[in-house]
């Protein structure tokens, strides 16, 4: 139930793996709030959270949603 602005599509690396399409999110993201659902006002999934800044306070990151369907395919 809070609001968390998209500020910018990025291109996030996990681990060194493959670059992936990502967001770049305004918001307060816990410990513990990875696989969290990042969802538009009309409802529709559109990212899952994976990690949040170390140095930049409420600034959090999801994959886009549109990854985690390819992913599972």
């Known amino acids: 139930g809070r609001s968390a602005p998209v500020v910018r599509r990025i291109s996030a ?4 793996g493959p670059s992936r399409s990502a967001m770049e ?9 990875s696989g969290a659902p990042l969802v538009t006002r009309t409802g529709r999934v559109a990212g899952v959270v994976f990690a949040r800044s170390r140095t930049r306070a409420r600034t ?3 994959v886009d949603a549109a990854a985690v369907a390819a992913l599972l395919r």
């Open 13 to 16: 690396r996990v681990d060194g």
């Open 60 to 62: 959090a990151y999801a």
């Open 25 to 33: 999110v305004r918001a307060d993201v816990a410990v513990g709030d």
